[in-house]
């Protein structure tokens, strides 16, 4: 990221959470998207945030995900295996590895998330002083293109706390539930992205066809799907649309 004058000296890490178990979508990570798998195109597409020094997909140590982490390893992305439950102490080893010092949250279904929010979503929580910064706990863009940025010392801190297994699995609900013990940044999206409506991630068969079928129209011509236009696709084909408003998690 340009020369070591004026550089920032926070090192920031995207954690791409990823899983072969997936009880509605098996092995989903991995499923093709216009010929590479979808963690792929989340690597990818994450990797282009100017704000993001290096990007990890962080899998777990399951006989399940070894297929997962052998074409991470063959295709050169980064991975990190830890515990299979534990996703909190997995993220902190994680980030100890790398040598993080804030950590930015992915989910390796989610194969159109946007570079520019996650720059936003850094920037917000750089120049509000911010513990923890998301959207989660007021949603305002698509289901999809969720990101959360988080100190690793925090996640450190409450690794630290006698959290029950459902805290350690989510990571992060603890803290956004927790708005009196940390300091916590709302990050508000504007313009065409402001769709709390539509469903770009992939949890479902009808998921995956509409991300399949956004990628065959919007790939092709520089290996970036543009959100955007998506939208705007989606706004003018009903059809296309409804097709997967049923999948609500």
Not at 94 to 102: G, Q
Not at 138 to 164: C, F, K, Q
Request: proline share 5%; net charge negative.
């Amino acid at each position: 990221h340009g020369s070591s004058e004026g550089q920032d000296p926070v090192k920031t890490v995207a954690l791409i959470q990823a899983r072969m178990t997936s009880i509605r979508l098996p092995d989903k990570v991995l499923a093709d998207i216009v010929g590479a798998p979808m963690v792929r195109h989340v690597a990818d597409r994450t990797a282009r945030s100017s704000a993001v020094d290096e990007v990890v997909i962080a899998t777990s140590v399951a006989p399940g995900d070894r297929p997962l982490v052998d074409y991470l390893q063959s295709a050169g992305l980064g991975v990190f295996v830890g515990n299979e439950d534990d996703v909190l102490s997995r993220f902190v080893h994680a980030a100890k590895e790398t040598e993080a010092d804030l950590v930015v949250r992915i989910s390796g279904d989610c194969p159109l998330v946007v570079p520019e929010v996650i720059d936003e979503m850094v920037d917000l929580h750089k120049r509000s002083g911010a513990e923890y910064t998301g959207c989660l706990a007021r949603r305002n863009l698509p289901r999809g293109l969720d990101a959360e940025v988080v100190w690793t010392e925090v996640l450190e801190n409450i690794d630290g706390l006698d959290l029950d297994p459902y805290h350690r699995e989510h990571v992060t609900p603890f803290i956004y539930q927790n708005p009196d013990q940390f300091k916590i940044a709302h990050f508000e999206v504007t313009g065409a992205l402001r769709r709390p409506d539509l469903r770009l991630c992939v949890d479902t068969a009808e998921d995956l066809e509409l991300v399949r079928e956004a990628y065959r129209r919007f790939y092709a011509r520089d290996r970036y799907v543009d959100v955007p236009a998506v939208i705007e696709w989606l706004d003018s084909d009903a059809r296309w649309y409804g097709h997967n408003q049923d999948s609500e998690r």
